[in-house]
């Protein structure tokens, strides 16, 4: 509906305008285990300003939220931790792996650390940085939002798969 | 401020200061416990800031009570206990770093275990050796004997192998994609 109250509308595809409902509304699970985890603060609050991009809803529950943002250090021990929370989220869900450790183990490459949460669960974009700037941070959260728009995500490309292994 | 000039570093003002006090205790130590102390290392003598007490290990309970309590030692604080992998035989040194509050200076004891021993506890001196004790446990896989609750601490239970023995792989990881199962026993002694 218009401003003056005369009726409009709009034709599209429901699956484009379903992404980009998803892309513009995604709500963050920080899982900040080490110093990124500051940064990635940073970038919620008012100077990056996360919520201009749509995704300053932060939840702490698995069950609320679609994007994981692994920021930080991921030991062994956390692993099978890591892997619940991701098993407990809903699909469609987009992992961000944030900094150094997290994306490859960083200089920590010991018995104890995880070499790269990609091991364990599907991730969608890499923030490289050891920490990432919030522009960083800002970037990856705009490249990710056109592949949720394009269904290039990993969670989005393997819900197609199964569309096809059905039909 | 004449910055050509050396300044002395903290250790080396500690060292000065608590020589003499050092030197006294020696003594007094090696009197009283004779053969059960192996050997003291001094600052100055050795490369060693504070004194290293190196003491049998069956009698290890008595002299840090001793060194707790007595009124000329005090050393009151257990700071840390930790272990080394010597590779040699008898493999370990364990270490009981303390601190005195009365004196502000500190000490260090160590006792030589092989691979087969296992220590008495500290807990019935200190409460605190007790999770210092687990991690000790859990990383070089030295036993205490009497230890009211001698489980891993910072590494999954199922992990195989202690990762700070010198022996233990740097890159030796061990993937556990299920969470620990729960311990419902512990639960139990919560109520």
Known sequence: MSKDGSSAYLTTKLDVLINWGRKNSLWPLPFGTSCCGIEMMATLCSDYDMSRFGAEVVRFSPRQSDLLIVAGIINLKMAPILKTVYDQMSDPKYVMSFGACASSGGIFNVYSVLQGIDTLIPVDVYVPGCPPAPEGVLHALMRLQEMIAQGQTQSQKKRIEMKKGIS | MDIRKPISSQGGDSILKFLDLWKKQASVLKQKFGVAIEEIRMPLDDLTDVPIVYVQKDSIISILKFLKEDSEFE?????????????SEPRFELVYNLFSHQNRCRIRV?????????VATAVSVWEGANWAEREVYDMFGIRFDGHPDLRRILMDHRWVGYP?????????YQMFVDSEPVNLSLLEQDK
């Open chain 2, 110 to 118: 160590k006792v030589r275990v092989r691979e087969s021993d296992a």
């Open chain 2, 75 to 87: 050393y009151r604080f257990l700071a840390d206990i930790t272990a080394t992998d010597e590779e």
């Open chain 2, 164 to 172: 700070l023995r010198k022996d233990y792989p740097l890159r030796g």
